[in-house]
């Protein structure tokens, strides 16, 4: 990966008339409102399309939306991490020369909140196969203007392909982990339903990417890792593909893992939520939480898959993305929840 220099953009002037009190058919948006509850669990958003991919930094929660207004285009969307207005869509720059279908997805911000990483995606209109895949940084206020990109094709050192990237996150100033994965599109035919899409990623490992200088590279000690969170007191939690149940501690500056906690079930998806273990099972229907602190154990379930979980920093609370049907092959899409450890 390098830096590149940041693509051209169309400019657009607009002539913007100051209304004046009186003025006829004056437009006044509506004022930004809270969550309409407080009860946990309770769902964030409520769009017919679908909504993926949430990560929370500080006040915000950015996450991947599809609306159907661009095709099947998807734009990155703000909304409180508690619920209630959304504060801003941006989308992906056009011009009357772009034939391309553009993707934003797998958002995070920066600490500050000042820069925005996130996978960009461009694929052929007919086409489910994805052409060009970059993970971005860019300013947060302005998306579309990368100041780095680089492929999200890697190749580990065990000769494997990784050919996406999923669970970006920040660990510090220019640094991103995220899992390398590899995606593979198949097709199912028969019946009326005519011929069927679907997407799987196979994670293979925990990479690092320093921004600096573009270099990337499997996290010494976390090789075969399929899910990872910030640890308490630094360090990572990660749940490597060997034995999916275990709980392992990689300490800052060590490069192997150790064991630190079991769950009860396959794992692949991990978060810490408030210094408790939140971990996401295989199939999606159970949610566990343990606190290596105390003892305790927890479970909630869902009657649809839940296909992430991300923390709401400095509270007991954390964001799942939750299928909207129960069928694998569906494409009713996905609302964002909020849910919380006692």
């Known amino acids: 990966m390098r830096p590149v220099t940041p693509p051209f953009l169309l400019a657009l002037s607009f002539t913007v008339a100051a209304c004046r009190h009186e003025t006829p058919f004056a437009y006044v948006g509506p004022d930004s409102l809270g969550p309409i509850s407080s009860a946990v669990p309770r769902r964030l958003t409520f769009s017919a399309g679908d909504d993926r991919n949430p990560s929370v930094s500080g006040a915000t929660l950015v996450f991947s939306r599809l609306d159907g207004s661009r095709g099947r285009e998807r734009c990155l969307a703000f909304l409180p991490p508690q619920g209630g207005t959304l504060r801003r869509v941006v989308c992906p720059p056009t011009s009357p020369a772009d034939t391309f279908v553009d993707t934003w997805v797998e958002p995070t911000l920066s600490p500050d909140g000042r820069q925005l990483a996130f996978v960009w995606q461009k694929g052929a209109p007919a086409s489910y196969y994805t052409w060009t895949r970059d993970l971005v940084v860019a300013p947060a206020d302005d998306p579309g203007r990368p100041s780095f990109a680089g492929q999200a094709w890697y190749v580990l050192p065990d000769g494997r392909i990784a050919t996406a990237v999923t669970k970006p ?104 939520v408030d210094g408790v273990a939140v971990a996401l099972h295989a199939g999606g229907d159970v949610i566990e939480w343990v606190d290596l602190t105390t003892g305790d154990t927890g479970f909630v379930g869902s009657v649809t898959p839940i296909r992430r979980v991300t923390p709401v920093p400095g509270t007991r609370f954390f964001v799942v993305e939750v299928e909207r049907s129960s069928d694998p092959l569906s494409d009713e899409g996905a609302n964002l929840w909020l849910f919380g450890v006692p």
Do not use: Q
């Not at 300490?251 to 079930?265: E, Q, W």
């Open 169 to 272: 996150m920040w660990l510090g100033p220019g640094r991103l982990c995220f899992l390398a994965a590899y995606e593979r599109v198949f097709k199912v035919k028969g019946g009326g339903a005519g011929r069927l899409t679907d997407t799987v990623l196979d994670v293979f490992s925990l990479v690092h990417l320093d921004l600096g200088t573009g270099t990337v590279g499997v996290v010494p000690g976390a090789d075969s890792s399929i899910a990872y969170a910030p640890a308490p007191g630094g360090g990572l939690w990660l749940v490597k593909s060997s034995d999916s149940t275990r709980l392992l501690l990689l300490a800052p500056g060590a490069d192997t893992a150790v064991v630190a906690g079991t769950f009860s079930g396959p794992v692949v998806d991990l978060a810490n």
